[in-house]
């Protein structure tokens, strides 16, 4: 399986100039991914292209002595720009795009089991006329299923080198390294008109047949596991027992080790802290960065664990299976199976699931399901409603001893986040982000064994993807909101929480928030909680004197004497819906490349938690 | 005899004849194969009845029965000697 067919290159001008860039294109699902994974050996960088959500992905490969850059293209069916994918491959391969040298070849990626339908977009690619190399990937399972192709022939017909390769096994990639050296343009064959998408169809399927092309057989084996799978009974329970599972695994084991990081990091910070003499300075480096840095770095447990679950879901194909069972019900709010996962992962934390909301690939639907997923009720909204749960709802059996009042009211916000998601979506997927009626179809790839490298690629990279870009944003604003609680000096020193910048913010604005019940130590909680909700709880403590940790009866004491019980569900009411979480805002910044849909969202939540607030201090102060 | 695609059963077989939807969403559609003259079959449903999985052209594809039901095909004589298996 190792046959790179120089056959064509005679009679071809050959080009002159020396390759630097390379453009790597090809299908979804073609296993681009994992090809340029095998070519790049991890020497990559992952950025997005100026101004739209797509990905740049750019990695380094060394060809005798040479580096040359490849240019991981979005995986795309054709390049007719009705998409921003297509629209970015076009500009790349054209040099228009701003940041990315215009390439000097090109790397076709096509699935061999897949030829026929893969071939359509040999015709666009080759018309542009750059030397380039057809790999025909996944040629281990075109053979071990009894398909074939005659490479030579199409090598012949398509006017381009063409190798059969396998990106999984490793194999036929030094044709890579061949073609690079000695790049030579396409000869001139009968394309069809390329913007054609019919004309292009036709043109792959006789291409095919002439190059005496075998499919190969169903993939028999994945079939039977589809009878299971995808069976009306077990079907449904091996969902619910992997759901469970996901969910179970991201909140039992992403938490605690979460937490563990973040009181050894902390830890850490107090260590060496004492090295610092300057007070002022071992305050801004404790508080101010230190904290800064452990916010940014205590998702990253959570993250990896949901990513280590999603990698191995997507590679071994069951993903399309568990979206193609949760499509019907997800259908009902206007968002299709895929966000299921990712809505799911909400419930632990809305960073993760944002991030993760990568899968859906209809744009509109990606977009409404990362501007919902902050609803969800996420561990970081339980401090406080355990905190105001246990200082104002008294404990009562509601259903006999299976339900008592407080484990209720914790009930209800959850159902409240839910609902609150729900009917975000229903109308954003009725206004603004109404589809297209872009139908929903999607592929069912063959079943497969996961490989170590490819989910343990996805970790690192999103693991760099955000602490680089999502920890700048939360680094930024912990340290704005360090400076606000220790400004302005007195005679040198940091002022008393009380008379901190924060503290008059929080006086400032008491009007505002006076009519949902709220004073201003609680204003002073929720403006310092923009960092992450959790830390209301800390301020709060700190505010009435009293370390929430060891005095927690006493701080509940000492609420109830500032707020009246509807203020106090106010105040739940309020956290179910505010956008208070800086960590949450930089993710979608960075999945939507602009500040206009955080910005948005932001708006949206706290105006919504605003209203909500409102409504039931006096609706509930009217029934007292 | 054209039928609607959402009407086939699990194992049949047909000729696409017609898509019936808009030209963008036919394109879209092309790109996996439901085009004039393919042949498709109908090999499983969702648990839930919907989505309903086709094989065309080598892959497995799922379609909302609300798109299926817009594609017109003729069905192939090629019974129940090819089960979903």
């Known amino acids: ?624 | 005899m054209r039928i609607r695609l959402s009407e086939f059963e699990p194992g049949q077989t047909a000729i696409v004849e017609e898509v019936a939807l808009p030209e963008a969403e036919q394109k879209l559609l092309m790109r996996f194969g439901f085009f004039e003259g393919a042949e498709v079959r109908c090999l499983r449903r969702a648990p839930l009845g919907d989505p309903v999985v086709y094989s065309v052209d080598g892959s497995e594809v799922a379609l909302r029965t609300e798109t299926a039901c817009r594609i017109f095909a003729s069905p192939v004589d090629r019974k129940a000697c090819e089960q979903t298996a």
């Open chain 1, 1 to 624: 399986m190792n046959q790179l067919l120089q056959t064509v290159s005679p009679s071809g001008p050959r080009s002159k100039q020396q390759i630097r860039t390379v453009a790597l294109i090809g299908p979804p699902n073609s296993g681009k991914t994992t090809l340029f994974n095998r070519l790049t050996n991890l020497r990559q960088k992952v950025g997005n292209y100026s101004g739209i959500t797509v990905e740049q992905h750019t990695g380094v490969m060394a060809v005798a002595d040479q580096e040359i850059t490849i240019v991981d293209l979005p995986g795309v069916y054709s390049l007719n720009p009705y998409s921003d994918d297509e629209r970015v491959a076009v500009s790349v391969l054209n040099g228009n795009m701003d940041g990315v040298p215009r390439p000097e070849a090109v790397l076709l990626v096509l699935d061999a089991t897949n030829l026929t339908r893969h071939l359509s977009l040999a015709a666009p690619v080759i018309a542009f006329g750059l030397p380039t190399l057809a790999l025909l990937n996944m040629g281990d399972l075109l053979a071990k299923r009894s398909g074939s192709i005659d490479a030579v022939k199409l090598a012949g017909d398509l006017g381009i080198p063409v190798a059969i390769v396998s990106a999984t096994m490793g194999t036929g990639l030094d044709a890579v390294g061949r073609f690079l050296e000695r790049a030579n343009s396409p000869i001139k064959t009968t394309l069809p008109i390329v913007q054609d998408v019919r004309e292009c169809r036709k043109w792959a399927a006789r291409i095919a047949s002439e190059s005496d092309y075998r499919p190969p057989l169903p993939p028999a084996w994945s079939r039977r596991l589809d009878d299971i799978l995808l069976h009306k009974v077990w079907g449904p329970l091996v969902f619910m027992i992997v759901v469970g599972a996901v969910f179970q695994t991201v909140f039992g084991l992403g938490q605690p080790l979460s937490n563990a990081l973040q009181e050894l990091l902390t830890e850490m910070g107090q260590k060496a802290a004492p090295f610092i003499t300057n007070g002022f300075l071992r305050s801004l480096f404790l508080d101010g960065i230190w904290k800064g840095v452990t916010s940014v770095l205590v998702f990253l447990p959570q993250i990896l664990v949901l990513f280590l679950f999603i990698g191995l879901l997507e590679d071994s194909g069951y993903l399309a299976r568990a979206a193609l069972i949760a499509d019907r019900t997800m259908s009902f709010v206007g968002l299709n199976g895929k966000a299921f996962i990712p809505l799911l992962s909400a419930y632990a934390c809305a960073v993760p699931a944002i991030m993760a909301s990568r899968t859906i690939e209809n744009k509109r639907d990606r977009l409404a399901t990362i501007l919902i997923a902050p609803f969800m009720t996420c561990s970081a909204r339980l401090p406080i409603y355990t905190l105001l749960i246990a200082a104002f709802i008294p404990e009562r059996p509601v259903v006999g001893v299976f339900l008592g009042s407080r484990a209720l009211a914790m009930l209800l916000l959850y159902v409240l986040g839910f609902v609150a998601a729900i009917g975000t979506a229903k109308m954003l997927k009725s206004s603004v982000l109404k589809s297209t009626p872009a139908p929903f179809v999607m592929e069912l790839p063959e079943y497969r064994w996961p490989t170590l490298r490819s989910v343990g690629l996805r970790l690192m990279d999103r693991g760099r993807v955000f602490v680089q870009q999502a920890g700048t944003v939360i680094l930024c604003v912990s340290l704005l909101v360090w400076g606000l609680t220790n400004l302005p000096l007195y005679h040198g020193h940091p002022p008393a929480l009380e008379n901190s910048a924060v503290a008059h913010l929080g006086h400032f604005i008491e009007p505002a928030i006076r009519p949902l019940g709220f004073n201003w130590n609680i204003g002073v909680g929720l403006l310092t909680s923009v960092v992450a909700r959790e830390v209301i709880v800390g301020t709060l403590g700190t505010l009435y004197g009293r370390d929430p940790q060891t005095h927690s009866l006493s701080l509940q004491a000492a609420l109830q004497h500032d707020l009246t019980f509807s203020g106090a569900m106010a105040l739940l009411v309020f956290f179910a819906f505010a956008m208070q979480c800086t960590s949450t805002l930089a993710v979608v910044r960075r999945e939507t490349n602009s500040w206009k849909w955080p910005l948005i969202q932001f708006v949206y939540m706290t105006s919504l938690a605003f209203v909500a607030a409102f409504i039931v201090n006096h609706t509930l102060s009217i029934l007292n």
